[in-house]
């Protein structure tokens, strides 16, 4: 009783063999295991086919399936590498492995600057964080004035557009988050390495909350 069934999971839509996504990714075998119990608990929790659509996921991050939020949408497209609307398994474990303590610190640097190109341009315009840092600021206790967000995005831009064109782009986005390590700091969950009771909102929306906020 209790134990990891192959048998009966591996057909599941969009179902990974934990070996594989092992091999794949710095969690072990344990460790996708325990991730599996979180996606199926995620996947079933409205519509129960073995994938997380984004109504399920705003329900896991939110505890309210109703609520729209431009961060839960951001996260969610990027944990959707297919696009085509649902979040499968490997999807699940992938996207996720880029906050285990072991992941490569340039993919963490790289899963921020997508997070922050809201239109896919290859660029992050000031617009953008300030639509970014609005969602954030939406989900969070802490509460800014419109001028000090307008200050947040400014300084931001200023320190990282290095050429003055005003969009900062992969190599300036580099560049700022070597020159200010902070920025990272949530992008590393230790408690990924011990999965032993997740609960699925603690690990994406609580720590992305202060990316910008508190540089």
Same mark, same amino acid.
């Given at each position: ?5 192959l ?5 599941k839509s ?10 794949? &990714?710095? $969690? &072990?075998?344990?460790?996708?295991? =325990?991730l +599996?119990?979180?996606?199926?608990r995620?996947? @079933?929790?409205?519509i /129960? /086919?073995?994938l ?7 329900? #896991? ?13 951001r996260?969610?497209d ?5 696009h085509?609307?649902v979040?499968?398994?490997?999807? $699940?474990v992938?996207s996720l492995?880029v $906050? ?5 610190i340039?993919?963490?640097? #790289?899963?921020?600057?997508r997070? +922050? /190109? ?14 970014m840092?609005?969602? *954030?600021?939406?989900?969070?206790d802490? *509460?800014?004035?419109? /001028?000090? %967000?307008e200050?947040?995005?400014e !300084?931001?831009?200023?320190? =990282?557009?290095?050429?003055g064109?005003? !969009?900062?782009?992969?190599e ?9 390590p @902070? %920025?990272?700091?949530?992008? &590393?969950?230790p +408690? ?9 909102? @603690? ?5 992305? =909350? ?6």
């Open positions: 009783m209790g134990c990891f069934c048998k009966k999971v591996r057909n969009g179902y990974k063999d934990p070996t594989i996504l092992a091999s794949e &990714t710095p $969690f &072990t075998v344990n460790e996708v295991k =325990a +599996y119990d979180l996606f199926k995620v996947s @079933s929790s409205i /129960d /086919d073995g997380i659509h984004k109504v399920e996921f705003q329900h #896991a991050v939110f505890r309210n399936s109703s609520k729209q939020n431009l961060f839960a949408d996260v969610f990027l944990f959707d590498v297919k085509n609307g979040i499968e398994f490997g999807e $699940f992938r492995s $906050f285990h303590p072991n992941a490569p340039a993919d963490k640097i #790289a899963f921020l600057f997070l +922050y /190109d809201l239109r896919q341009t290859g660029y992050i315009e000031g617009e953008e964080l300030k639509e840092l609005l969602a *954030l600021l939406g989900e969070s802490l *509460l800014l004035s419109n /001028d000090m %967000v200050m947040i995005v !300084k931001t831009m200023v320190e =990282a557009d290095s050429n064109d005003g !969009k900062i782009d992969e300036e986005w580099r560049e700022f988050v070597k020159n200010n @902070s %920025v990272l700091k949530n992008m &590393t969950l +408690y990924l390495k011990d999965l032993t009771s997740l609960a699925f909102p @603690s690990f994406v929306l609580n720590n992305e =909350a202060e990316i910008i906020g508190n540089k």
